[in-house]
Nanobody, 124 residues
Framework: QVHLAESGGGLVQAGGSLRLSCAAS????????MGWFRQTPGKEREFVAG????????YPPNSIKGRFTISRDDARNIMYLQMNDLKPEDTAIYFC?????????????????WGQGTQVTVSS
């Protein structure tokens, strides 16, 4: 059974940094596109970052690019999201997700497996 577990969330002041981790188990994901999403109450889940086989990260064309960095360690089945220069608007529950394909995915419906989420709160 596939299981994803996020960790590393918490409370941080604006301008600070956090590193989220997503530990995957149940199968190997080296041939899967993996991603991070975030969600705030009343809003749709938003794509934050994604990565296929170890290489270049994919980011949305907004303020996230340049501040967040995705990486993955396929030998350990772990994915990371390094978040720098955090802003109050980054406050959300952050989810990791894995698809069943290697091609770029940015929509929640394109991902088959999800973690339970980790809360990130950025104070001003």
């Amino acid at each position: 059974q596939v299981h994803l577990a996020e960790s590393g969330g918490g409370l941080v002041q604006a301008g600070g940094s956090l590193r989220l981790s997503c530990a995957a188990s149940g199968r190997t994901f080296s041939n899967s596109f993996m991603g991070w999403f975030r969600q705030t109450p009343g809003k749709e889940r938003e794509f934050v970052a994604g990565m296929g086989r170890v290489g270049e990260g994919i980011y949305p064309p907004n303020s996230i690019k340049g501040r967040f960095t995705i990486s993955r360690d396929d030998a350990r089945n772990i994915m990371y999201l390094q978040m720098n220069d955090l802003k109050p608007e980054d406050t959300a529950i952050y989810f990791c997700a894995v698809s069943n394909a290697i091609g770029v995915r940015t929509l929640p419906a394109q991902f088959a497996y999800w973690g339970q989420g980790t809360q990130v709160t950025v104070s001003s």
